[in-house]
């Protein structure tokens, strides 16, 4: 059995490299790039990957797109951003071998700034990662896709290694990013907004982070990472209030 290993980026040459090298296992890496002015593609091309340059309409539209350029009999999807142990790619070689399932979700252990956490809803952070070809697909969603089947799931155990926000830079890009692509989602699906909404919204963010998630346990950074998750949720909805107010 065959496996392509699927990777949508824009701007990602801090990455790319180190993110290909962990997954050289695969009988294909297919890159789906909306728009890079940096040296991804530059990178990608030297180390054999598989390119494709389109447009950018959501995280989940790219990736199936990555899904139908891909040419294997099983794939496993991978951010730009994270990194398939030499562990993990023995458990996903076994998984693919033994097909006692068609889909596969793998746990993830992320960093945030300067901490690998252990609570704040980040850990285990299960995600469905594999699967063979025409078993699932992905969600339209602007942001937070998700894989959509009617497979029964299998479970990996050993993490895909995630290091998505190396500082607060990132942070700040990605909280913007996600809020305007939230607010996108949620106007598609024909959600309302208020000021009030707003504050409740990212007030709950905070204490689902913080206190149910246990985000305490994870020291400051998890004090930090419940009250970014209260900003994005805030300006997410507060994005889509003002838009609708624009159009009245």
Known sequence: MSLSVIIITKNEASNIGECIASASFADEIVIVDSGSTDETVLIAQKLGAKIFETDWQGFGHQKNRAIDFSTSDWIFSLDADERITSELKKEIQSAIDQAKFYVFDVPRSSLFISKFMKHSGWHPDRTIRLFKRGSARFSSHQVHEHIETKQKLGHLTTPLTHYSYRNYETLLNKMNAYSTAG????????????????????????????????????????????FANAETTYYKYLKLYLSQLQKK
């Not at 990212?202 to 982070?209: D, L, P, S, V």
């Open 183 to 226: 607010a996108l989602d949620l106007h598609n699906r024909n959600k309302k907004a208020s000021l009030s909404s707003a504050i409740l919204h990212g007030t709950w963010a905070f204490i689902r982070t913080y206190f149910i998630k246990l985000g305490f346990l994870d020291g400051s950074a998890g004090f930090i990472l419940a």
